[in-house]
């Protein structure tokens, strides 16, 4: 187990290296510079350029980042917030924080929603509850986050006023609600679908016939075998979720006005903010990465047949 | 021969139908099991012999009620466990402890997530066997002991052993709670061949040690018929012949029965080379919408009018020897079957 953990971690050092270089040219390759406006002169580009290193060659921008990374320092922004340090923008003024935050109650929502309804649906097989359910699930999968926002804003904010429509810094449970409902729908009907159809299959199993006949209670053959077995498409999919969840809230972000790290990366993409464009996505991604492994080490206890390391012959 | 010996087991005029799809006005049904009447004696081995799809094992699952009967009566040892005309449905734990299964598919019948000493100690706890910690890992082992397996296995999951260990776990397992009846469903068509033999002989052995009695499915007549007292013969849901195995074997009354007898391999290749071989003509009707009369009519190469329009019942015609066939009735029984033999002869 504890090799299998260090053969991941070096491997996903070397995955964030290579998302560095990728990122590194497909933000150089934009064209544009973040002192380009409209008043300012080539001599001032020049002296930007020259003062932040953006004149050497690529492959010496390349190291330096490389270099820099590998001893903490992120860099600094080159525009967005002049001269602060990129790692303070991202860490100490609460904008991961927020879209963590974010993004772990709409994992729980999705989650605690999810698994039960796909539970209740394949229980319930081809009862009205189950048809229900299957319409409800497929609205859900079909609308974008974006447009169920907007319509929780219109019906909730708007027309009943009980909900705030802007979020800002989510100072309380009500200015929750909406973001994170608008982000997890989708996740949660998807969840709901997944889970019906491994239940199911896991309930026309032997082994659910084997508890049967040993005596065990319905609830208790749900629960104790059905559930767990059926656990593992869900889980698979957990991965993609969480970084769906936490990279795509930039969306519901900027809709709710909440100023997380989601929205910020967005603005430094059209801002050229070379720095931060390349921080946040090495921060995202390195989360991604850590779920992912989280995942498949989840995977193992929730079924003891997958072995992490490669097979011993 | 039976009046002295106890019914362990008496099934009378069982059916279990599974909706299926049908259009929005009439709802469809598999006819798995139509009307089977049976009766099992204590310590008697009972084989369940047909095509695949004739509804052995819905038959088996719904003797111990892991389906629930669409109609008929299921007695065990004196006591009504189901009764749809009087409305008996008991509760089934105490007779869970008293009836068990061996499934065919030894991989899928045991959860993967759990290990083979919870999976035998789930039993132990839902029925109270053991009062102590100490006592339940105590009973485990001999449970593995019991069937040939080593008593450090209780820590592995399911995955990590043979199929034919795995079958002798899921024995185990149903021997757990110290059973007097198991539905033995093809617990051996799942497995390698020479493993067969060991398998089927721990039961045999089990069966006399434990003076158990068995319920053994198989599509297999030569496996039914080296371990079975008596053999039943289903075609599409009914029973159509009863008799003790020698008997069954050596004189098959029904059509059917002689069909499937002469599809067995002979060991020796000469006499299988030269021997007549009965086939029947087109394939098996579907259970959705069976043939009337007797099911077996669109097969039978004795059909005669009658047989299109009117099911017939399961009688005695020798001594322990039933059969459900027309043909039967109107010739006696066992002139039918060396007419039968002599038609045989001349094809």
Known sequence: MASYILKRVVGSILILLLIMVVTFFLMNAVPGSPFLTEKSTPEQIALANAKYGLDKPKYVQLWNYIKNYCKGDLGVSLKMQEGTPVKDIIFHQGKFELSIKLGIYALLLAIIVGIPLGCLAAYFRGSWLDGLLRVVTTIGVAIPGFVLAALLLIVFSVKLNIFPTRSENLPNFKSYVLPVISLASYYTCYIAKLMRTSMLDAINQDYIRTARAKGVKTGSIILKHALRNSLIPVVTYLGPVTAGIITGSFVIESTFSIPGLGKYFVQSVTSRDYPVIMATTVVLSALVIVMMLVVDIVYKIVDPRITLTAKED | ?347
């Open chain 2, 1 to 347: 021969m039976s009046e002295e010996r106890k019914k362990l087991v008496e099934v009378t005029g069982l059916k279990k139908y599974f909706p299926v799809k049908g259009n929005l006005f009439e709802k469809k049904y598999v006819q798995a099991v139509e009307s089977v009447s049976l009766s099992i004696y204590k310590g008697e081995t009972l084989g369940l012999v047909g095509e695949s799809g004739c509804g052995k094992t819905t038959l088996g699952r719904t003797i111990i009620r892991l389906y629930e009967p669409t109609d008929g009566r299921i007695v065990y040892d004196g006591t009504p466990i189901y009764d749809k005309k009087e409305k008996i449905s008991v509760r089934m734990l105490p007779y869970r402890r008293k009836m068990q299964i061996i499934f065919q598919d030894p991989s899928g019948s045991l959860d993967p997530r759990m290990t083979v000493g919870e999976i035998i100690g789930e039993s132990l706890d839902i029925h109270k066997l053991t009062s102590s910690k100490a006592e339940r890992t105590d009973r485990i082992r001999q449970l593995l002991e019991e069937v040939g397996l080593n008593t450090e296995h209780a820590n592995r999951f399911p995955h990590e052993f043979s199929g034919g260990q795995q079958q002798r776990v899921g024995i185990a397992r149903a021997l757990a709670v110290e059973p007097e009846f198991i539905v033995c469903d093809e617990p051996i068509s799942a497995l390698d061949v020479s493993i067969q033999s060991q398998v089927v002989n721990m039961l045999e052995d089990l069966q006399a040690s434990k003076g158990l009695t068995y319920l053994f499915i198989a599509h297999d007549v030569s496996v039914v018929r080296h371990i079975s007292d008596r053999i039943g013969v289903m075609y599409l849901g009914c029973l159509v012949e009863l008799a003790e195995s020698y008997e069954l074997c050596s004189h098959p009354i029904h059509p059917y029965t002689q069909t499937l007898l002469s599809a067995v391999p002979l060991p020796d290749p000469e006499k299988n080379k030269t021997r007549t071989r009965l086939l029947l003509e087109g394939d098996i009707p579907s259970p959705i919408n069976p043939p009337t009369g007797c099911r077996f009519h669109t097969r039978c190469p004795y059909a005669m009018p009658r047989c299109k329009e009117e099911m017939p019942e399961l009688k005695e015609y020798a001594p322990g020897h039933f059969g459900a066939c027309h043909l039967l009735e109107q010739n006696g029984s066992h002139n039918t079957s060396t007419s039968h033999n002599n038609k045989e002869d001349k094809e």
